[in-house]
C-alpha cells in the first residue's frame, strides 16, 4: 500500500506511476465543435454562458451578454431544443425623444459587459455599454418595449453604449444550443 510507505518509497512509487502514465498515449479527443447557440439560417450567434445567458458578437469589436427564453406552444408548453430572443429590458438616452446618448445599467455578473436587451416593433435591441465604471447622467428618455417615455431623472450606475446589434434580424430564430 502506498500509504504505509515512508517518503522515499512514496516519491518512489510516484515517479514510478508518472513514469508510467508518459508511456501511455494521450487518447484523441473528438473533433467535435464546441457548444454554440446557432440561428435558424445555421449561423453560430452567440456562445453559451448558461441557462438562459449567452455571449453574442455585437461588432468585429465587441461581445456582451444576451438573454434568451423558451418558444412556447398555443398550450404554454416549451418547444424541444428551441428557444428566441428574450425582452423586457430598457435603455436610458440623454435625448428627449430616445435618438442619442444612449446609456445602460451596469451588471452584476462580473466580467461581463453591461448590455440591455429591448423588444421594439422592429425586433429584440441588443444595446451593449463600454468596459469601465459607472457614472452618473441626466436622463431625458427611457426606451421601453412599449415605446420611447420622456422624462427628466438623474440616474447612477450607468455606462455609454458602444455598440447595438438587432438580433432579430441579425440571428433570427428560432435557436438552438447545438
Not at 140 to 145: A, G, H, K, V
Amino acid at each position: 500500500m502506498l500509504w504505509s510507505m515512508n517518503a522515499g518509497g512514496l516519491v518512489a512509487a510516484a515517479a514510478t506511476i508518472i513514469g508510467m502514465s508518459a508511456a501511455v498515449p494521450a487518447q484523441t479527443v473528438g473533433s467535435e465543435a464546441p457548444l454554440a447557440l446557432i440561428d435558424s439560417t445555421g449561423k453560430r450567434a452567440a456562445t453559451p454562458l448558461g441557462d438562459a445567458v449567452v455571449l453574442v458578437r455585437v461588432t468585429a469589436d465587441v461581445r456582451a451578454p444576451a438573454f434568451i427564453r423558451p418558444i412556447y406552444d398555443a398550450e404554454g408548453r416549451t418547444a424541444s431544443g428551441l428557444a428566441t430572443w428574450a425582452g423586457g429590458g430598457s435603455v436610458l438616452f440623454t435625448s428627449a425623444d430616445c435618438t442619442t446618448g444612449p446609456f445602460v445599467h451596469t451588471l452584476v455578473n462580473p466580467g461581463l459587459r453591461a448590455a440591455s436587451q429591448v423588444e421594439t416593433p422592429q425586433g429584440t435591441m441588443l444595446y451593449a455599454g463600454v468596459i469601465g465604471a459607472p457614472t452618473t447622467i441626466e436622463v431625458r428618455s427611457i426606451l421601453y418595449p412599449t415605446g420611447c417615455a420622456a422624462l427628466r431623472i438623474r440616474e447612477n450606475g450607468l455606462v455609454p453604449v458602444v455598440a447595438s446589434v438587432n438580433l432579430t434580424t441579425a440571428y433570427p430564430p428560432p435557436l438552438s444550443l447545438q
